[in-house]
Each structure stands twice: as structure tokens, then as C-alpha cells.
């Protein structure tokens, strides 16, 4: 049972072939088991899960139905879930129990999806290969010797691991598809806007999104109409009608125009990777779509804009942890500004404490011009350059990271050498445009993704082209040894 | 202009982060690291760009000024490290 995607479950809900809480018992057990080689849920909430298994179980003997009606699902563990420990995998969230739920988490409640539990992250969503965690690092199911990828590297371990159908992540500067692309999974970031960030913990306000993570591009469509939509308690979230992402899988290709930036294929490119990733192309080609070589020249300076402001945004976002009104608080504070000072200190990890001090250096006084400002104008540039790229092409293809999954612990304590990794991913997020990452090989037994880009509120469209390469390539179908 | 171990003091300080001692020379190395590549930046020609601050240039949304949230003091204070009489505790500010 553990085997089957979320369109396969949906079917057999309906035809009634197991109930929602058969389903749900399966995976817990299978989680409890499995799951201590992994380390990809932080909190598991069995008892929740079964009550909601039962409910959605009722609501179907009632009458209703619906896709994600007793679907299982686990949520990145930094959106609010009502009454259950949600940590940002820090010490300073170990304590804190969500007073309300995330609008996704609702959203997909409501849907009557069941919550298995809350996956393992980078400690606030800072870091590509989920070694920043307090509660540890998690393994890559496909070797657990390497990385998963990060920050969502718990949901993608856990969904490449079959101990849940889809996961919930959020993105960044790549922290759906690169995981994703290292566990061989389908991840999709959606337009800036798309996806509600009410109750998603916020790491840089003007780049996060969240967004879904599964085996295929048919799951990420299901959870992606359960996720998608305006909200108005976000205030940047848009108003704009959403389509039926299922309705679209199986349009054709024919005609469509796919671009390859040159950029993506310079020097930094393990060339096995980009073998793979010729070799989709040409399975697209097949299918109808029609091949441009573009060029993106701002790219290379993304990710030196990247980390001013997100840094800068995290400072101002990361200073609500102060040990006052909620998380972690220090022992015996001799005044108010040791309350703050010890708090912060012994309550952020390492990486965090960076991040916050790059940013807090990079909006202090006499700095703003040449850092925030400086970033913000490239950031421009970037988007510019993709605008200019559409006007040619659909589509823009390329890798979705440099490089496969390293070994645990092999970027040491150089916090640049793991920010490269981010180099063809985090583009997306300074312009705002949806994303897409798919299995398209492997590589020494470890995955390689492919990325798809589009224009704004296009997700429709990068879900009907992975869909359709997926319809005739079986990497997505693959399951790593002992899971 | 790499920075010194009183820069990060300084900025330490700002961002009211207490760091051990101990801790200071890795996380100077890391910040001038991390700073050697955001500086980078500055090789690039952004004359007469404007700096783009929201993806989809969209403004801020305005909504009635209506009262719309039901009081939850409690709810939120069950989950604070000390409270007294609906109070968040800290410690004396005042002499």
C-alpha cells in the first residue's frame, strides 16, 4: 500500500478498496519502523492521524468525496499546526506548540488530508543538505551515507521512502526542487504570491513559498489545488483564479519552445549530470517541443544577491524570537538585554547566527546602499533577463543543481561552499517564478533532477510537460533499496 | 575590508546575539567568507536600475479598518516562558 501515489490512493479510496485509516496505520507503522535509518520526521502525531483518518473515513461513507479526502500527507515542520509541537527544527522553537494552523495546513485539512507528521529541516529553512538541524541530520534514502538536500530534505527523504504519498516544503532558494532533484522526486515552487504564507515561519518574506513534494507531477497537481489560492491574512499572497492543474497533465507538447540557457551548462557542471540532462531534452524533443539556446548573463551574480537579502530579510524576521513571548528562554537573565543576548545565542544554531549577523551588517547604517540596495538592483537585472528569455521561448530546462548528493558532512564548516550548490535554483526566487523539479536519471545509484521554469502563474504548464515526460520515462517509478 | 573580531562584536551586538567567546574567530572567518562572496556584487553595472523589492511589484493591500480578530490572550500566552495577571514577565527594567 505504501507503494502507491496519491492519484493511485485517491482511486482506491473511492472504489473502497482500503479505508483512509487501514491507509494511515499502514504508514505510521511503516514510519516507526523505517524511519529511525532516516531521521525525516521530527514529530510524528499518530493519535491526530488516526482521529483524522476515522473523520475523513465518516465524511466518505457520507457521501462526499475528493481527491485528498483521507490522503495522507506530512507537513515541513515549520508550518503552524494547531496543538502539535512546530520547532523550525531549532532550539528555540523545541518548546513551542502552534496556537493556530498554517493556511495550508487548514486549507488541506479541511480537504480532509490526514497528517502523518512533521518533517526534519535545515534549522529555519537555512541550508541545502539538512545537517543544520537540532534534531540532527537526515539521511538520503537512496544512500544513507549522503545528504537528502535542503531545507526540506525530511519531506523529501520521507516521500523518496514511501513513508508518506506527498509532503508539503517550502522553497527559498531551492529548498523544494533541490531536494527534490536529490531524492528523485517531483517538487514544484510556485509563483511568489501562489501558495499562502500565513503560519509558514518566515525565513526572507520576498522569496519564500511553499509548495508540494511527491513522486510524480500528476501528485504534485492534486496538492497543489488543495494548496493554492488567495489568502487575505498574507498580505503578499495574489489574486488570481486557479486552474484545475489536473485538466492540463496530457496536453500536447508539439510546438512547445524549450529554452537551455547556456549558463546552466558551464564550468561547476558535474558533466554526468549534464549528460542526463541532454538526454531529457531529447525525450522532450520526441514529444513535440522544439529546442532554443538562450542566455540568462545575470545569473551569475544571483546567488551573491541572494545572500544579502535573505540574510537581511531573516535578521528582521528572526528577531521575534527574543524569549518573551514565546520559544526558548535562558536560564537566570541578569537584565533584559542578557535575556535577548543569551535567548538568541543559545536558542539559533551556528548557520542561523550567521545568516542573522550577514544581514543584520548588511541593513546597519552606511552599509544599506552597497549591500541591500546593491542586491535589489541586481535582483532586477535577474528578473529582466527572464522576462526578455520568455519573450522566446515557453519554457526554460536546465539542471537542477550542480551536483548529486554529497556525503554527510563533506562541506565541513564552509558555509559559501554549500551556498554554490544553490547556483541554478535560486534565480527562481529573486524573480518569482514558478519552478518545477523532476527525476530524469541517476547517477553512481543517486538521482539527478531536471528543472523547468516558466512564467509567472504557468505551474499548469510545468505540471503537463513533467506529467508527459514522466508518461514516458520511469525514473519518478524507481524506489531506492529497502524502502 | 575584511572584518575584525570587534566588527563582529559590534554587529553581534545589533542583532542581540550572545556569541562564546570561543566562538568568535570561526564565526569572523565564516562572515569575511560569506562576505567575500556577496562582494562580488559590486563588479556589476547597476546604473540607473531600480531595485526591485516585491517579484511582482505588487503593493501592499489595504483592507477596512474594522476590528476583525477576537482576543486570544490566553491562547497565546499558555505558550510564553512567564507570565503573571495576562503580563509577560521579564526581567526589571526600571530601578
Redesign the interface.
Given at each position: 500500500m505504501h507503494q502507491l501515489t496519491l492519484a493511485e490512493i485517491a482511486r482506491g479510496l473511492a472504489d473502497k478498496s482500503f479505508s483512509a485509516e487501514e491507509l494511515t496505520t499502514t504508514l505510521l507503522a511503516r514510519i516507526n519502523s523505517l524511519d529511525p535509518q532516516l531521521n525525516s520526521f521530527i514529530t510524528v502525531t499518530d493519535e491526530l492521524a488516526v482521529q483524522q483518518a476515522r473523520a475523513a473515513d465518516a465524511r466518505r461513507a457520507a457521501g462526499e468525496s475528493g481527491a485528498l479526502l483521507g490522503a495522507p500527507i506530512a507537513h515541513k515542520d515549520l508550518f503552524c499546526t494547531q496543538g502539535v509541537r512546530t520547532s523550525c527544527a531549532s532550539k528555540m522553537l523545541d518548546?513551542?506548540?502552534a496556537?493556530y494552523d498554517a493556511t495550508v495546513v487548514a486549507k488541506l485539512a479541511a480537504a480532509g488530508m490526514v497528517t502523518l507528521g512533521k518533517t526534519n529541516m535545515d534549522e529555519f529553512a537555512m541550508g541545502s543538505a539538512n545537517e543544520s538541524s537540532h534534531y540532527g541530520a537526515v539521511k538520503n534514502p537512496w544512500n544513507l551515507e549522503h545528504v537528502p538536500g535542503g531545507s526540506s530534505g525530511g519531506s523529501a527523504a520521507a516521500v523518496a521512502a514511501r513513508l508518506t504519498p506527498v509532503a508539503t516544503g517550502t522553497d527559498t532558494g531551492g529548498s523544494i526542487r533541490q531536494p527534490a532533484a536529490l531524492t528523485s522526486l517531483t517538487g514544484l515552487k510556485p509563483?511568489?504570491?501562489r501558495v499562502s504564507r500565513w503560519g509558514m515561519i518566515a525565513y526572507a518574506s520576498?522569496l519564500d513559498q511553499g509548495g508540494p513534494m511527491a513522486r510524480t507531477a500528476e501528485d504534485c497537481a492534486l496538492l497543489l489545488q488543495g494548496m493554492a489560492g488567495f489568502d487575505?491574512n498574507d498580505?503578499?499572497s495574489?489574486d488570481e483564479p486557479v486552474p484545475d492543474y489536473s485538466a492540463s497533465l496530457n496536453a500536447s507538447l508539439q510546438g512547445l519552445r524549450i529554452g537551455i540557457p547556456k549558463e546552466y551548462f558551464g564550468a561547476g557542471l558535474d558533466p554526468r549530470i549534464a549528460e542526463q540532462v541532454q538526454a531529457s531534452i531529447q525525450e522532450l524533443q520526441k514529444l513535440g517541443a522544439v529546442i532554443k539556446e538562450i542566455s540568462l548573463p545575470?545569473m551569475q551574480?544571483a546567488?551573491?544577491?541572494y545572500?544579502?537579502i535573505a540574510p537581511a530579510e531573516a535578521?528582521s524576521n528572526l528577531?521575534r524570537f527574543?524569549?518573551?513571548?514565546?520559544?526558548?528562554?535562558c536560564d537566570n537573565?541578569?537584565?533584559?538585554?542578557?535575556?535577548?543576548?543569551?535567548s538568541?545565542?543559545?536558542g539559533?544554531g551556528?548557520e542561523v547566527?550567521?545568516r542573522?549577523?550577514?544581514?543584520?551588517?548588511?541593513l546597519?547604517a552606511g552599509y544599506y546602499d552597497?549591500?541591500y540596495?546593491?542586491?535589489?538592483?541586481?535582483?532586477?537585472?535577474i528578473?529582466n533577463d527572464f522576462m526578455a528569455a520568455f519573450e522566446g521561448v515557453d519554457l526554460i530546462l536546465g539542471p537542477t543543481t550542480p551536483n548529486l548528493a554529497w556525503k554527510l558532512g563533506a562541506k565541513g564548516?564552509?558555509?559559501?561552499a554549500a551556498?554554490l550548490e544553490d547556483v541554478y535554483t535560486i534565480t527562481a526566487n529573486?524573480?518569482?517564478?514558478p519552478g518545477l523539479s523532476m527525476p530524469a536519471g541517476f547517477v553512481d545509484g543517486l538521482p539527478v533532477g531536471v528543472q523547468l521554469l516558466a512564467p509567472?502563474f504557468q505551474e499548469a504548464r510545468l505540471l503537463n510537460v513533467a506529467h508527459r515526460y514522466q508518461q514516458v520515462t520511469d525514473w519518478h517509478t524507481r524506489a531506492p533499496n529497502g524502502f | 575590508m575584511a572584518l575584525q573580531r570587534c566588527d563582529v562584536e559590534k554587529i553581534a551586538h545589533l542583532a542581540r546575539l550572545g556569541l562564546n567567546e570561543a566562538e568568535l574567530p570561526h564565526i569572523t572567518d565564516a562572515l569575511n567568507s560569506i562576505l567575500g562572496l556577496v562582494d562580488q556584487m559590486q563588479a556589476v553595472d547597476t546604473d540607473g536600475i531600480e531595485p526591485l523589492a516585491h517579484p511582482l511589484e505588487a503593493s501592499q493591500r489595504l483592507r477596512a479598518d474594522q476590528v476583525t480578530e477576537r482576543n486570544q490572550r490566553e491562547a497565546y500566552q499558555a505558550i510564553a516562558p512567564a507570565t503573571e495577571n495576562g503580563l509577560y514577565l521579564v526581567p526589571k527594567v526600571i530601578e
Open positions: 518548546n513551542f506548540t496556537p509563483t511568489y504570491g520576498s487575505a498580505s503578499t495574489i545575470n551574480h546567488i551573491a544577491a545572500y544579502v535578521s528577531s527574543d524569549g518573551v513571548r514565546f520559544g526558548y528562554r537573565p541578569k537584565d533584559l538585554t542578557d535575556l535577548y543576548k543569551r538568541r545565542g543559545e539559533f551556528v547566527q550567521r542573522i549577523m550577514v544581514g543584520a551588517y548588511a546597519s552597497a549591500y540596495l546593491k542586491a535589489q538592483k541586481i535582483r532586477r537585472l528578473k564548516n564552509d558555509p559559501v551556498y529573486l524573480a518569482g517564478l509567472y | -
